[in-house]
DNA sequence: CGGTTGTTTGAACTGATTCAATCTGTGTGG
DNA sequence: CCACACAGATTGAATCAGTTCAAACAACCG
């Protein structure tokens, strides 16, 4: 695995990436923290094969504050033992443990560069997150978490099973649960979504990309010449 | 350099790094952006030597929407095509820039373990920018951006010249000049600093770090036993 | 079936925006 | 050294998006 092959063609998926590192399989389910905050192992790496995990930091009560999701196929990285963020699976999920990625990194060196371009994705999520919370109204927030979420998570344009509660897209967005309901409904008044429990249906997905602001650009893990 | 040397201590300023990569000097001043949206090449990385750079989005006119600061001592890496981003210089600053940072890194493959260590720090700061959007109120956000400040841009907890107007500050907080300047008015009010024109003096640094909820661990660049 | 979790709705409230005007500091040219 | 221009800071008043509090309703699960 050099890395002359590796820059501009998309990211290896979890389960390339794992044929070289040692690690084990875990099933959990949702409603129980993962990690909780500062227990992360230092050197500890998490790769999602099915499910979703949210990164969230405590402020006080409850699991408050959705700094990051992660869908399978991505990964979460060592924080460092400085970061106080806990982990949580949204619904049940599959992981893959490794536990020193340090390890694996001295023994197949050219990983440090998947590393580095995985954490840039991360860091281009995190940005936009942060455009959404810091500049887009309600409306267009919770539309770009739908999207994001019909992308990152492979369900596709057509409709999908929301895998969140209102109450955990109000802590990504940094909203009330009310709120995130009265926009639901809003921008199913508006006709571009239809929902029944929690399926969603997109019915006009350029018209919700609009309102949303959505560019899916930033996902791309194909960071072509790096 | 090899990583074995690396992990668990700090990174490596941007001078130390730079003896060992081609690279260019150069010096701007602030008031024009330094790269447009869309036109950062594909590979090109800036470390700031002196004065302090701002990563934007654009959505429409203007500069709004500053998404990080990048000060001395730091680096922008590059983001890939896909990624909108502008940069600006805050103040004036002086840059080295590196034309070609995959050759670099192919010809000093260790770099790849720093590269991705710096992609993590930026991720921990855009999560800790989106708490301060989403999660804490208008105080708490100029609060923590002021305290960021000083520590970052290593003015220290005693005094500082801001480097940012107050509409750059809205800018990063995802607000209105006008609040921003009500709410420094507030805290001034309150006892906590003291200020004359651009100069800023912290008469209670640990009230204000109690009031930005400010815990600067996510700035270490350490992240030992990554 | 009963308990729990999640969703929906209403009414009152408030922090922040918007719009607009004024004030202050700094730099420039005469 | 003054007059002017311009960028930034400050203040006020009206408005509004989103919160808070509270209660009812629906779905899910053992």
Known sequence: MKHEQIRGIPLPSASELLADIPHQIIEIGPRRAFREAGQMSG???IFILEGILSIYKTDGIGGRNILALRFAGESILPHGPTLDLGIKP???ARLALVPDLD???GDHPDLAWIFWRISQRNEAIAQEWLINAARRD???RIAHL???IAIRGGYGEEKMAIPLTQQQMADITGQTSVNVNRVLAEIERAGLIRRQNRQIEFLDWAELRRMAAFQ???LEADLAGI
């Open 43 to 45: 050197n500890e790496a």
């Open 90 to 92: 949204m619904i049940d």
């Open 103 to 105: 390890r694996a990194v």
């Open 138 to 140: 309600t409306k267009a």
């Open 146 to 148: 739908l999207c994001e």
């Open 216 to 218: 899916p650009g930033y």
